[in-house]
Nanobody, 127 residues
Framework: QAQLAESGGGLVQAGGSLRLSCVASGLAFSTYAMGWFRQASGKEREFVAAITWSGGSTYYADAVKGRFTISRDNAKNMVYLQMNSLKPEDTAVYYC????????????????????WGKGTLVTVSS
């Protein structure tokens, strides 16, 4: 059974940076596309960023484009989300997720559609 565990969340001031990490186990990590989603209090979960199994292609939500960078290390079963120029509206629980198929259009539209999910890590950006 696949398990995903996020870390790296915390409190940061607006304009600051954080790097989220996610370690995967119980799946053939290098064959899965990986994504980051977030859910702010009182709002629906939304897509943030995704990366193909090889790391050769990435996809970002418009709200984070140019500020966030997704990357992966298949040798370590890790996926990362580097978040720069953080804004208070980035405050949310951030979830790592895995999918066999790379379908960013679905993920953007539904905020769902992944095969496995982590439990999330809270990011709070103060103004």
């Amino acid at each position: 059974q696949a398990q995903l565990a996020e870390s790296g969340g915390g409190l940061v001031q607006a304009g600051g940076s954080l790097r989220l990490s996610c370690v995967a186990s119980g799946l053939a990590f290098s064959t899965y596309a990986m994504g980051w989603f977030r859910q702010a209090s009182g709002k629906e979960r939304e897509f943030v960023a995704a990366i193909t199994w090889s790391g050769g292609s990435t996809y970002y939500a418009d709200a984070v484009k140019g500020r966030f960078t997704i990357s992966r290390d298949n040798a370590k079963n890790m996926v990362y989300l580097q978040m720069n120029s953080l804004k208070p509206e980035d405050t949310a629980v951030y979830y790592c997720a895995a999918a066999k198929l790379f379908r960013p259009s679905l993920w953007v539209r539904e905020g769902d559609g992944m095969d496995s999910w982590g439990k999330g890590t809270l990011v709070t950006v103060s103004s």
